[in-house]
């Protein structure tokens, strides 16, 4: 999960990594929870008029059977909105994964210092 402290906008992040379906059967990232935020969706970057923006993924992220899913910057990722508090690189935050063949996992997620193009989650208004 990115680090909020030193940016621009606190009150958002996004959370990274790979999601692992050892089953047989395909299965989709339906929803996602955490305490330490107001809202939490599933998130995409689309092109959208000729130009990359971030939307809520609707129907879920796939995980096809016996393979993975990547959660990334610039692909999809779980969006952490509303924060109640500044994340600093150190913190821990839980995380539940929803899944669509009924199962959850519970996570305790690790907060890194974010070095990716800060555009990706805070976009600046461009001048017209």
Do not use: C, W
């Not at 989709?28 to 305490?35: D, E, Q, V, Y």
């Not at 692909?75 to 600093?88: A, E, Q, S």
């Amino acid at each position: 999960m990115r680090a909020t402290v030193g940016t621009k906008d606190t009150t958002m992040t996004a959370a990274f990594m790979a999601l692992t379906n050892p089953g047989n059967a395909d299965i989709k990232l339906i929803s996602a929870t955490s305490p330490v935020a107001g809202m939490v969706q599933l998130h995409e970057m689309a092109m959208k008029d000729g130009k990359m923006v971030m939307q809520e993924k609707a129907g879920g992220v796939s995980v096809p059977a016996a393979s993975h899913a990547h959660l990334s910057p610039g692909g999809d990722h779980i969006m952490l909105m509303d924060l109640k508090k500044p994340l600093k690189p150190g913190d821990e935050v839980p995380l539940t994964l929803k899944f669509s063949d009924n199962t959850t996992h519970d996570l305790t997620v690790p907060v890194k210092a974010f070095t990716e193009e800060e555009e990706h989650y805070h976009p600046t208004p461009t001048a017209k």
